[in-house]
């Protein structure tokens, strides 16, 4: 038994999820707990066999669960998000354990995924094409929309199931089957999810889920003449391969990549309400978010304010493992870390200022731990300012009105979040206006009560809607048909 004491891991151990059941694997993947940096479970490691085992299966049941009424699919999805609303302690400690995150942060995450099972069950017969005007009496043209086939889904550790949840729930609302690869490195949650789907009743081969290598599994699935559609949430290089193998194949492609989304604070702002979003926004998950506030730009009036508010605020976060359920735990693993303090190298060589945190603030301990970090002294064309680091480290820059601080945001090629601090909603709607970038966020950083909200990307973040209410466009096409009257 692993140590999240779960029975939902049992049926996963040393197993790949194929064809509605779990089949042991012949080669094992190790999970381990950050904080500890030990093995606490195994489950099965796929390689190129068995995704095409899982492709075969998914092309078997793709017709029939095409043919399945839309309103029987989506009792199905709701049948799902009640299960996971059931499992929800149980779900939280195995991905509070996988990822290394506190245990509360997991809580929101599975019921913010349990959400959109229930959102898209809702919606899977409420998806339907248009009836058009004609210039003939004798003419009647309309549209259907047609789920695409059998989807490959390739997702990141760092939120595994609302990232699982955000890309199934549309994708097999829609009518199309699935061939799920969870990260190598935060297989489990998307596993148990797996289990509670097959309890809902999900047909054998509708959904398959294959945790393994991108080299190997992932290469299998995106380079498959049997796959109509690839999504990917992932990094922007990676991203850039994807789409490369959706040319080749001539099949539609979703990308949801990087970031490095600002908090922008003007001088009238309620820093009261700002400060700690902001601080919540560079250190939830330890910062490993793509939508994650990794810039702070700040009025120069009140910039020495807001800076000391951040850097005690941080300094006052307390961090341990996932069952100590405090305010941050560590990173996911030996090569998260290292790229987070090579960033933090790379900022002090760069000439930035560590206000707290920093490399030399870690103490040793067993755990891929990092302090939460602020840097002041930051100019535009330094790489801390620019690329994405994927940790607890926050960048700080001045600025003079609305033109410089949308100048400032745009000093990235990634366009994924902004957010304004502001009691002036004509300046709040000057910027939401001016910036490239996805979503915008007004006295807040993103969004989640808002049930359907896009999680739309731009630039080097990507194209796609995510688990919003265009997300089943995505995973179906349209057909146009016209009908002359005899």
Known sequence: MSSTDSPLLDATARSLFIDGRWDTADAVLPVVDPATQEPFHEVGLAVASDVERAIDAARRAQPGWAATPASDRGAILRRWSDLVFQHAEELAKIEAQDV??????????????????????????????????????????????????????????????????????????????????????????????????????????????????????????????????????????????????????????????????????????????????????????????????????????????????VAEQMRSLQIGAWHENLDMGPLINAGQYERVTGYQRIAADEGAKAVTGGIDADAPRPGWFVAPTLFDGVTPEMRIAREEVFGPVLVAQKFDGIDDAVAKAAATEFGLLVSVWTNDITQAFGVADKVKSGQVSVNEHGNTSVVGFPFNVTGE??????????????????????????
């Not at 990260?183 to 309890?199: F, I, N, T, V």
């Open 461 to 486: 973040s990507g194209y796609n809607h995510g688990g919003g209410y265009n997300a089943m466009n995505e995973y179906t096409r349209e057909k146009a048909i016209t009908i002359r009257l005899l």
């Open 100 to 309: 290394g995150k506190p245990l509360r942060h997991a809580f929101d995450n599975i019921y913010f995924g349990g959400s959109l099972f229930a959102y898209f069950g809702g919606y899977a017969d409420k998806h339907f094409g248009v009836t058009l005007p004609t210039r003939a009496n004798d003419r009647r043209g309309f549209t259907q929309r047609e789920p695409l086939g059998v989807c490959a889904l390739i997702i990141a550790w760092n939120v595994p199931t609302v990232l699982a949840a955000a890309e199934l729930a549309p994708a097999l609302a829609a009518g199309n089957a699935v061939v799920l690869k969870p990260s190598e490195h935060a297989p489990l949650a998307p596993m148990a999810l797996a289990e509670l789907g097959r309890r809902a009743g999900l047909p054998d081969g509708v959904l398959n889920v294959v945790p393994g290598f991108g080299p190997d599994a992932g290469a299998a699935l995106t380079s498959s003449r049997r796959i109509d559609h690839i999504s990917f949430v992932g990094s922007t290089v990676t991203g850039r391969a994807i789409a490369h193998a959706a040319a080749d194949l001539l099949v539609p492609v979703k990308l949801e990549l990087g970031g490095k989304s600002p908090n922008i604070v003007f001088a009238d702002a309620d820093l009261d309400a700002a400060v700690p979003a902001i601080v919540s926004a560079i250190t939830e998950n330890a910062g490993q978010n793509c939508n994650a506030g990794s810039r702070l730009l700040v009025e120069s009036a009140i910039y020495d304010d807001v800076i000391e508010r």
